[in-house]
């Protein structure tokens, strides 16, 4: 039996600041259960009137360049200046098994503990992007609990990361010096999106090759970006463990935030990434509708046999499903949220 939500009090509690309450929505809202679909859209559309000024951060990085821990001593520096701090950390999930590791609350230890701090580890599924298919959703419970910052963490670089750009504000990436080519494994794309670099772990003897990357990164950029406008993007220097030039890059990132308001405006920026967010989640909804149809699914099961066997080939057999998809459209239940996520 699905488990039961109480929106109105879950409401006034995520307003209060409450963190049960706050866990207990983004739980909603995260949830797959039909039941559960239409419960969150009423949560999110009385929360959704909230004013808030929040600054939203993407952050992602090559493997082991200390995303965690960066975001730890981030996000104490932070909580020192006066902010509030909500991470959502979107973990691997596996393939297999659905299984996910789960592992920021032991990387964030300090933070994780802070009552001014809300740290939300989630498997990331199957979405693009590596990252949590509520996580937008997710962004406006904590915002409308008060919480100023908000930082996304992506499980790692990979062409999917363009989906953390669509819902923040400045996307960071983290990267590392002793690595060979600084370019090795971090795709063109990735660099298009990057608002603001920083070289991790540049502490001890490695704070001169730390420098060296920056450099050489910051040339990178200059080739990748020229196109795209006046403005040049960052490339520091810091080491998290030592929460040594944490106030540079936090600096970067607010200046980056401040441009892209004089520029092309931040209500403007939001309102366009919810119009890509609409779709992404009419996509969604369509490909989720497709799996929990039972007819459906048969036909996949036979299609996919008949391709894989040679007995039809892959155009035939997607025109046949969609065909199908058509006549069952007028069977479902939109309205009751029961084919929507």
């Known amino acids: 039996m699905p488990r039961k939500f109480d929106v109105p009090a879950l409401v006034e509690g995520v307003r209060a600041g409450s963190r049960s309450h706050v866990a207990q929505a983004i739980t909603l809202v995260e949830s797959r259960l039909p039941a559960h679909r239409p419960l969150a859209r009423q949560l999110l559309t009385e929360l959704a009137s909230v004013d808030t000024k929040t600054v939203r951060v993407g952050i992602s990085g090559v493997p082991g360049a200390g995303k965690s821990t960066f975001i730890n001593s981030m996000g104490q520096l932070l909580i020192e200046k006066g902010h509030r701090v909500a991470v959502l950390a979107v973990d691997p999930s596996s393939s297999r098994t659905g299984g996910s590791v789960l592992g920021d609350r032991t990387r964030m230890g300090e933070l994780t503990q802070h009552p001014d701090a809300f740290v939300r580890p989630s498997p990331s599924g199957n979405h693009l992007g590596g ?38 504000d400045t996307f960071l990436m983290l990267a590392l010096s002793r690595s060979g080519d600084q370019l090795q494994g971090i795709k063109r794309g990735i660099l298009e999106i990057t608002d603001v670099i920083a070289v991790n772990k540049a502490d001890g003897d490695n704070a001169g ?15 990748v970006t020229q196109q795209s406008g006046d403005r040049r993007v960052p490339v520091l220097t810091c080491s998290a463990l030592q929460r040594i030039g944490l106030e540079e890059v936090w600096q970067a990132v607010v200046e980056h935030r401040d441009w892209l308001d004089e520029t092309i405006g931040l209500e403007n920026h939001r309102a366009q990434q919810q119009v890509v967010w609409m779709h992404s989640q009419i996509e969604a909804t369509l490909l989720d509708s497709m799996r929990s149809n039972e007819q459906l699914r048969n036909l996949r099961d036979r299609l996919e046999d008949d391709v894989r066997h040679g007995r039809t080939s892959a155009i035939e057999a997607s025109g046949d499903f969609l065909r199908e998809f058509a006549t069952q459209v007028p069977q479902m239940d939109w309205a009751q949220g029961k084919n929507v996520l």
Do not use: N, Y
Request: no cysteine; glycine share 8%.
């Open 209 to 223: 090759e730390a420098r060296v990357a920056a450099r050489e990164l910051s040339i990178a950029m200059k080739l």
């Open 131 to 168: 990252v949590a298919r509520a996580t937008r959703e997710a962004m406006l419970v904590v915002e409308a609990a008060g919480f100023d910052v908000v930082i996304v963490e992506t499980v790692g670089v990979g062409q999917s990361e363009v989906a953390v750009s669509g819902m923040v």
